[in-house]
């Protein structure tokens, strides 16, 4: 296993790796919160703005914050129409530069594993938070085989390489997810498995969306030619696939939800 750390330097390239994903997952997660319109929403982690514009398209916020520490996950989102009322700043969500009760409803949407403390990223969520709003993440099953691309993680593994893995993998386990929550001190907690399917044109279409993305094709990008011809040609094997058969593959995801109290 290595340590590098998954990369986000390409707004456009995450958002054809992990963009239908992220809107897909997304969807039921925003659902299941059911927010009130004209509150004033916290997007930790907001990245390229994927789950953003899911928000200002569907629950009418008075006000939205977006917070990433990739520059370049930033500058795609600022130049998305439809986020043009975002406020998109640069930092990191275990030193949120925000006053208590500056918010309704904070979300983490596919970011508490990438939070070398977990802890101290919800803390700073429930500080910034006003009484009785709502502090929720979601994250891949990352130890439960719900990464959708664990398929290619493995195949690289075959091979004696591996693609780098998130810093806080383990946090996205539901008991972990309640212990953090409860520990934190948020009332209400609920939490969710959520399952999406993602169907690929055919298998180029799938290599495609790995190739330049962050995670496998981060490590496929310092591979020679032929070692990623073999990756290629063993995933595809893997997926049983003939050249033009559609392929899907599968995610799981775990959601958590709570209330914070008074202070
Ligand atoms: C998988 S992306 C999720 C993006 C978006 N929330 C979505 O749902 O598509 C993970 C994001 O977490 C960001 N990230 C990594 N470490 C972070 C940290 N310590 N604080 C806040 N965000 C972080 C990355 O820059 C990246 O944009």
Known sequence: MTSEPIRFTDGAAYDRFMGVWSRL???????????????RWLDVGCGNGAFTQ???EQSEPFSIVGIDPSEAQLAFARQQPL?????????????LPFPEDAFDLAVMPLVIFFVPEPAQGLAEMVRVVAPGGTVAAYAWDMEGGGFPYQIVNETLSAVGRSAPNPPSAGSSRLD??????????????????????RTFADFDDLWNTVLGGPSAGQTLATMNEEDVSRVRELLRAR???????????????HAIRGTVPDR
């Open 239 to 253: 997926l049983q696939t003939a050249g033009s058969s559609p392929i899907t593959l599968s995610g799981r995801a």
């Open 83 to 95: 986020l043009q009322s975002v406020d998109f700043v640069n930092g990191d969500a275990m030193a």
């Open 54 to 56: 899911m928000i200002v």
């Open 176 to 197: 972990v997810l309640g212990d953090l929550w409860t520990t934190a001190g948020l009332n209400g907690i609920q939490s969710k498995a959520i399952d999406v399917e």
């Open 25 to 39: 997952a997304g969807q039921e997660f925003l659902d299941w919160i059911a927010p009130e319109h004209g509150q």
